[in-house]
């Protein structure tokens, strides 16, 4: 079976654009969630969804925003891109029963 | 915040085994306690997870102190692919949004 799956792997993008993060979850997982990790710290939470809906949102600013698809796949939109976006963007995914989330490998977004 | 401390780094011989450390003295009686482990360029990896007993897996052994103030993530042979950082999070049942609160994790270098 597929893991989760993020595109792009990389990106670079100039200040002030707008940039979209793809994430399709393992097959019959309803749960993603969004996770922002800048070099050498952990992660950090930045949205949750479940059947659509928002479930969770951390303690990012209104330029982020994310939405889930019929199919469970996600997206995580970022408007006005500071340099301080620049990180490593994280999607998981999770089911009920499982014992823990599973991760995608990220994008590794580049603002210059 | 996050509710776990860790040492920044540790290192260990390979084929040795490995004990790392997290004290989480402000830990509730729902907080479940979870390992994840980051390779380089990967996403985090679910290791282990427990309550209050000890629990063994195929990838390590959880030891968890009598009063759950502590916890001991163990790694009964390390190999050279081991090396990683190691994060030790608390995650409340009670919490719907299945939020994780990452610290900076304990780097594990694997000495050949």
């Known amino acids: 079976d597929a893991g989760v799956t993020q595109s792009p792997t990389h990106l670079i993008k100039t200040r002030g654009q707008h940039v979209t993060l793809r994430c399709s979850p393992i097959?019959?997982?309803?749960?993603v969630s969004w996770y922002q990790q800048v070099l050498g710290q952990g992660p950090q939470f930045i949205f949750q969804?479940?059947?659509?809906?928002?479930?969770g949102r951390g303690n990012f600013p209104d330029r982020f925003s994310a939405r889930q698809f019929p199919n469970y796949s996600s997206e995580l939109n970022v408007n006005a891109l500071l340099l301080g976006d620049s990180a490593l963007y994280l999607c998981?995914?999770?089911?009920?029963?499982?014992?823990?989330?599973?991760f995608g490998s990220g994008t590794r977004l580049t603002v210059v | 915040d996050a509710k776990t401390t860790q040492p920044n780094s540790m290192e260990s011989n390979e084929e040795e085994p490995v004990h790392l450390p997290c004290n989480h003295s402000?830990?509730?009686?729902?907080?479940?306690i979870h390992w994840y482990r980051q390779l380089p360029s990967q996403g985090p990896e679910y290791v282990i997870h427990?309550?209050?007993?000890?629990v063994n897996n195929r990838m390590a052994s959880l030891a968890i102190a009598e009063d759950r103030k502590s916890s001991t993530l163990i790694l009964h042979r390390a190999t050279l692919r081991d090396a990683a950082v190691y994060y030790c999070?608390?995650?409340?049942?009670?919490?719907?949004?299945?939020?994780?609160?990452w610290g900076a994790g304990t780097k594990l270098i694997i000495k050949p």
């Open positions: 097959s019959g997982h309803k749960s």
């Open positions: 969804y479940y059947e659509k809906e928002e479930r």
């Open positions: 427990g309550l209050t007993s000890n």
């Open positions: 999070i608390l995650r409340d049942v009670m919490d719907s949004n299945y939020q994780l609160i």
């Open positions: 998981a995914s999770y089911t009920t029963g499982d014992y823990g989330y599973t």
């Open positions: 402000t830990i509730s009686g729902t907080d479940y």
